[in-house]
Nanobody, 119 residues
Framework: QVQLVESGGGAVQAGGSLGLSCTASVTISHLKAIGWYRQAPGKEPHLVAKILDDGIIRYSDSVKGRFTMSGDNAENTIYLQMNNLEPEDTAVYYC?????????????WGQGTQVAVSS
């Protein structure tokens, strides 16, 4: 079982910056994947950024160049720095992790944190 605790988020005007953090209850370097999804009102969740066990961070096209994901293995924490925010970035942001157990992958989600960007 992996617990993910998020913090950060809030409200900001377009062009501003916010940061999110997610602390896992397990060693993040042992996870198959960890990252961020977001869900706008009335829409499906979409990937924001994630890192797989190959160490490569993948970003959605909509946030490339504006968002940066990083991690601190010692703290079992990942971060999402969001710069030049746009109203379209308004969503609930969820930390997401995948842990391989035997031959199957278990998915875990944080509680979500709201990001609101006004124009």
């Amino acid at each position: 079982q992996v617990q993910l605790v998020e913090s950060g988020g809030g409200a900001v005007q377009a062009g501003g910056s916010l940061g999110l953090s997610c602390t896992a209850s397990v060693t993040i370097s042992h996870l198959k994947a960890i990252g961020w999804y977001r869900q706008a009102p009335g829409k499906e969740p979409h990937l924001v950024a994630k890192i797989l066990d190959d160490g490569i961070i993948r970003y959605s096209d909509s946030v490339k160049g504006r968002f940066t994901m990083s991690g601190d293995n010692a703290e079992n924490t990942i971060y999402l720095q969001m710069n030049n925010l746009e109203p379209e970035d308004t969503a609930v942001y969820y930390c997401y992790a995948v842990q391989t157990i035997a031959s199957w992958d278990a998915e875990y989600w944080g509680q979500g944190t709201q990001v609101a960007v006004s124009s």
